[in-house]
């Protein structure tokens, strides 16, 4: 399940999102940053129950005009045989697509959800 925003600035929208994770000004206060060895600034989100669950990697493309949110899991949660249900996928991509609307609507055109 993926997340695609439609925007004139991907990488800025990117950045912004990261930037007010970091900032924990009270937007997007419920999410965290992840480090992986392949990626950086993947989106958790902090609730007991979600925590590490998913990760959300935001992928921007300049030319397609759009900011895509891929999600996937910590490779040893893979190994073990643990599974991203499409509950926690649409927990994630609910919660992460509420504050974008409610946070960001200035910095996109439309969102879009695939499975």
Known sequence: MKIIIY????????????????NEDGKFKTWELRDGDKNKNMLT??????????????????EKKILSGNLTQWTKRKETGE???????????GMFSQQ?????????NSIKIEK
Do not use: G, M, W
């Open 100 to 108: 974008v609307i409610t946070h960001l609507s200035n910095f996109f």
């Open 7 to 22: 925007t004139e600035k991907p990488t800025k929208l990117k950045d912004i999102i990261v930037d007010y994770v970091k």
């Open 45 to 62: 989100h902090i609730a007991e129950q979600y925590e590490d669950k998913a990760l959300l990697i935001l992928t921007p493309n300049e």
């Open 83 to 93: 599974i991203l249900t499409d509950e926690i996928k649409a927990i994630y991509i």
